[in-house]
DNA sequence: CTGGAGCCTGACCTAAGGTCAAGGTCAACC
DNA sequence: GGTTGACCTTGACCTTAGGTCAGGCTCCAG
C-alpha cells in the first residue's frame, strides 16, 4: 500500500462509480494516474480534483468529448463555457417544467392534445347534454384538423361554437348521434338529413369553406378524412352524412368529395 | 393518397423525428398503424392520439420500455403511476438545479471542492497576505483529507483556524512557505524547524491526533498521504517537515511515519 | 417524364456507461 | 500459514433512445 488512492476510493470520493472513472480515462478526460507495483491505480491530489471537476461539467449536461477540453482551457475561456453551460442547463430545467406540466393535463384527460379554447367548447358540449363517447369523437374530430389543416382550426372551432348557440342544431345533433344506433335503411335517417341540410341551408356563409383550405392542393382528400372520421364503424352515420351532403348539392353548395373514404 | 396521415406528417404532428416513430412501433410502444396499397403507413386519429401520448410520457422521463404498459393500464392505475413519474421528474428538476448551483461554484475557483467552512478559511489565507499558490495548495490538502479521512475533516479545521489566530504562527507559517525556494541545504531551514516546532509544541493539545483516526487500520499511511502532499517538487519543504518531525519525536510526540514517502 | 421529396427496410453508429467473465492482489481472521 | 472476501485488472458485450447511411420504391408537380 502506498502512494495515493485506489480506483475504489477515488470514486467514491468524487461521486461516481469505478467504471466511470475508467471511462474518463479511456476517453482521455481525466489522465490516467500511476500504477503501484501491482498494477493499481494510483490517485493523488491532483487526480481527485481533475476527477471531480469533470464530473461536476459531466453532471451538468457537457458532452464527455467536450469536457477535457474545458478543464484545460484558460481561465476566462472557461468560464464563458461555464456561462454557456449554465445557460444550456437553465433551458434543460425550463423543459422539465414544461413536460411536467403537459403530464399533469395528460392526467385530466387529453388535454395535453388540445389548446384550452377546444377544451372548453368540448366542455360545453359535455355541459348541453351530449354523451361522453360524442365527446369522445369530437375530440379526435379536434385533434385530426389541427394535424391535417393546423390554418383552418380556430374557423372549425368558431364554427363549432356558433351552432352551440343554436338550440336548434343542438337537438339535430343530438338526434343525428342517436342515429348511429339506427339500421343505416331506417327512413327517419333521410328525415333527419332533410332537417339537418335545411338548418345549414339557412346561414350559408357560416358553411363556407376557408379560402385557406381551398388553395390546398389535396383539399379535398384532407377535408374528407376529418368529414368521415369514425364511419367505420357506423353505417348509419356514414348514410346521414351522404344524404346531408347530396341535398347540400343539391342546393347548390360545393361539397368535397373524398376519394375513397 | 388515402386513409390517414403519413409518418412526416403524423411526427410532425408529434413534435418527433419520423426514426421515433419508428422506433416506437418496434417496440411495441405504439401499434403499426395500417398500410395503403404502396405499403406506406397511414395514421388515423386513434394512432396520432397513442403517438402523442407516448410522445408525453417519453419526454417526461419514462423509460419507453415502461410506456406502453403505462398507456394501457386502467385509468386508475394510469393515474397513480403518473403521479409516480410527475415526483420522479420534480426529483430530477431539484437535481439539476443543485448541480447548476455547483456549477456556478466551480466557477468561483474549484469551491465545488469543499464545504462553506473551508473555503471561508481559505479566504482568510489569502486576507492575512498568503499568496495564492499557497492558498491552493491548502485547498488540496484540505481536498485530500475529505477524501482519505473525512471524520477528522472538521477537527481540521478547527485545527487551522485556531492557528491562524495566532500572529506568531502566521509569521512562522509565511516564512516555511516562502523556504520552498531555498536551498534544501540552507542553514536557516534548520532554525525555522525549530522555530515552527517550538511553537507546535507550545500548546501540545491541539497536535493530538484524533482518536478517529488513531482508530482506522491504515492511519499512519493515510496521514502520511496527506502530511507530505505536494513535497515531491518542493525538497526545501520536505526537508522542513521532516525536521519539524524530527523536532517533535524528540520531544516524545508520536508522528506518524509514512512508510515510501 | 423527370426531379425531388417522401417512404420502405436493414445494418450499423452514438453516448455514457453497466454487466459479466476470468484472473491477480490485499488484508484480516482462524 | 492458509483461506475468505473485498477490491483491482482487462476485455467483450449489453443498454437506451434514437441517428445515419444505403439501396430501392412511390408520389406529386412542373
Redesign the interface.
Known amino acids: 500500500?502506498?502512494?495515493?488512492?485506489t480506483i475504489g476510493?477515488?470514486a467514491a470520493?468524487a461521486g461516481v462509480t469505478i467504471k466511470t472513472v475508467r471511462h474518463y480515462h479511456r476517453l482521455g478526460l481525466v489522465a490516467e494516474p500511476e500504477r503501484d507495483g501491482s498494477g493499481y491505480r494510483r490517485y493523488?491530489?491532483?487526480d481527485?480534483?481533475r476527477l471531480?471537476?469533470a464530473r461536476?461539467?459531466a453532471?451538468?449536461?457537457v458532452p464527455l468529448a467536450e469536457v477535457g477540453d474545458l478543464l484545460d482551457a484558460d481561465p476566462v475561456q472557461?468560464?464563458a463555457a461555464?456561462d454557456d453551460?449554465?445557460r444550456r442547463?437553465?433551458e434543460?430545467?425550463e423543459d422539465?417544467?414544461a413536460?411536467?406540466d403537459?403530464?399533469?393535463r395528460?392526467?385530466q384527460g387529453?388535454r395535453?392534445?388540445l389548446p384550452d379554447r377546444a377544451c372548453a367548447l368540448l366542455d360545453r358540449l359535455a355541459g348541453l347534454g351530449f354523451g361522453a363517447d360524442y365527446v369522445d369523437t369530437q375530440r379526435?374530430?379536434m385533434?385530426?384538423t389541427?394535424?391535417?389543416i393546423p390554418e383552418i382550426f380556430d374557423g372549425f372551432l368558431s364554427r363549432l361554437e356558433g351552432w352551440l348557440d343554436d338550440p336548434e342544431f343542438v337537438e339535430l345533433t343530438k338526434q343525428g348521434w342517436d342515429a348511429r344506433s339506427w339500421d343505416p335503411g331506417d327512413p327517419r335517417i333521410e328525415e333527419l338529413a332533410a332537417a339537418v341540410a335545411g338548418r345549414l341551408l339557412a346561414d350559408l356563409e357560416r358553411l363556407e369553406m376557408p379560402a385557406e383550405l381551398r388553395r390546398r392542393p389535396?383539399a379535398d382528400?384532407r377535408y374528407g378524412?376529418i368529414d368521415h372520421?369514425?364511419e367505420d364503424h357506423e353505417p348509419a352515420l356514414a348514410r346521414l352524412n351522404a344524404l346531408i351532403e347530396a341535398h347540400l348539392r343539391a342546393a347548390g353548395v360545393d361539397v368535397p368529395r373524398a376519394?375513397?373514404?
Chains 1, 2 share one sequence.
Open positions: 500500500m502506498a502512494g495515493g488512492l476510493q477515488a470520493f493523488r491530489s491532483a481527485l480534483l471531480v471537476q461536476t461539467l453532471g451538468a449536461g472557461f468560464s461555464l453551460v449554465d442547463l437553465t434543460r430545467i422539465l417544467i413536460r411536467r403537459t403530464l399533469r395528460l392526467d387529453d395535453a392534445l379526435e374530430a385533434v385530426l389541427r394535424a391535417l389535396d382528400a378524412l372520421h369514425g376519394q375513397h373514404r
